[in-house]
């Protein structure tokens, strides 16, 4: 089975940059069948992709955060980022990696636990 796992810190503050890492085990991230995302969720906006890193690096941002999202991998280790500049207290929420499909969107049927990330003054 597939599992994947947050990492990163719980606190920033505004204008800081934030980096999350995902650690994916039971699965290579250079697999071609799947692809790698991130998403958030807070309570007033509920989830929001974030964005998604393909088997083989290519990358794709949702549109209202593309100036800010970066995200990258590491397949020695097999984990792949987030980065986010510029942070506010409008990007607290839960952020997740999650897993897809690489050709055809299926919903994503393994997920990270979540971690909590606040940004406050």
């Known amino acids: 089975q597939v599992k994947l796992q947050e990492s990163g810190p719980g606190l920033m503050k505004p204008s800081q940059t934030l980096s999350l890492t995902c650690t994916v085990s039971g699965g290579s991230i250079t697999n071609s069948y799947f692809a790698w995302s991130w998403i958030r969720q807070s309570p007033g906006q509920g989830l929001e992709w974030m964005g998604t890193?393909?088997?083989?690096?290519?990358?794709y941002y949702s549109p209202s955060l593309k100036n800010r999202t970066s995200i990258s991998r590491d397949t020695s280790k097999n984990q792949f980022s987030l980065q986010l500049n510029s942070v506010t207290p409008e990007d607290s929420a839960v952020y997740y990696c999650?897993?897809?499909?690489?050709?055809?969107?299926?919903?994503?049927?393994?997920w990270g636990q979540g971690t909590q990330v606040t940004v406050a003054a």
């Open positions: 999650a897993m897809r499909m690489a050709t055809m969107f299926r919903g994503y049927p393994n």
């Open positions: 890193i393909g088997y083989d690096g290519s990358t």
